[in-house]
């Protein structure tokens, strides 16, 4: 829906990265990220906001040991525009809750459960859905996800991902040190029963199967880093492209910068 690691969270929207929370100290069982970020329009799944938004994202986890880590999480879209009539308003506000083990040395297993809410929609104003993630460790880090819509409407949502990380210090030397470029892409499949609210056919029959794939890159400006706090600048552009079987291919550019805060 975090800006240093491209896709790492359960993703609640698409077209924009997500921040794995920083790391602390040994001794410290928990951690907390914040992710401030202006991005010129939204495209998530599968709302639409054609303007210019401001989302916030907050997670925090506390790590059991063996027993694996809880985490929760909140992200929010404000609209700044009145494209959609929604100007000064949260136009979708989506809620988390989530169990990750450690799979070491392969990667990790992800369980999890969504809520969305969207206030401004009159009719059938939220979903919800559990999901399944796995992600590896090794070279570009895939993660797959499935995720199946609990109600009111029932279908599913499938994701593959994979992201890298380009240290510049390599390239430029001392005076990016610390600073790093990462390029993701996915691709996505949903059934038409998981959108069906938002692409109902004029015969109230729902939207056949839908595909999407997007590439994102970002780059990672650390601004402060100390004791297990830092402060990250992040500014990211991402190409989106879905295929709904009912309609042409549609492919949109999304501009945005973010600031992470770490704890």
Not at 26 to 55: E, H, M, Y
């Amino acid at each position: 829906m975090c800006l240093g690691g491209l896709f790492a969270q359960a993703a609640t929207n698409d077209g924009k990265p997500e921040e794995s929370p920083a790391p602390r100290p040994a001794q410290a069982p928990w951690s907390l990220s914040i992710d401030l970020t202006f991005a010129d329009k939204d495209f998530g799944r599968p709302l639409r906001v054609f303007g210019p938004v401001f989302q916030q994202n907050v997670n925090f986890e506390y790590r059991f040991g063996g027993l694996g880590t809880i985490g929760i999480n909140s992200w929010a879209d404000l609209d700044l525009t009145d494209t959609n009539g929604h100007a000064g308003r949260y136009s979708e506000l989506d809620t988390s809750a989530y169990w990750r083990h450690d799979l070491a040395p392969l990667g990790s297993l992800e369980l999890g459960y969504i809520r969305f809410d969207y206030p401004e929609e009159r009719s059938s104003s939220w979903i919800h859905e559990a999901y399944a993630r796995i992600k590896a460790k090794f070279l570009l880090k895939p993660s797959f996800a499935a995720h199946r819509d609990v109600g009111p409407y029932e279908g599913w949502y499938l994701k593959a991902e994979v992201s890298h990380r380009f240290p510049l210090e390599d390239v430029l030397g001392s005076v990016v040190k610390d600073w790093s470029f990462e390029l993701g892409g996915n691709a996505s499949w949903g059934d038409g029963r998981t959108i069906r609210r938002f692409f109902l056919r004029s015969d109230n029959r729902t939207e056949a199967s839908f595909i999407g794939a997007s590439e994102t890159g970002a780059l990672h400006v650390p601004l402060f880093r100390s004791g297990g706090r830092s402060v990250t600048l992040s500014p990211y552009f991402t190409v989106l492209e879905r295929v709904p079987s009912t309609a042409p291919p549609r492919t949109s550019w999304l501009l945005g910068v973010g600031l992470n805060l770490g704890f």
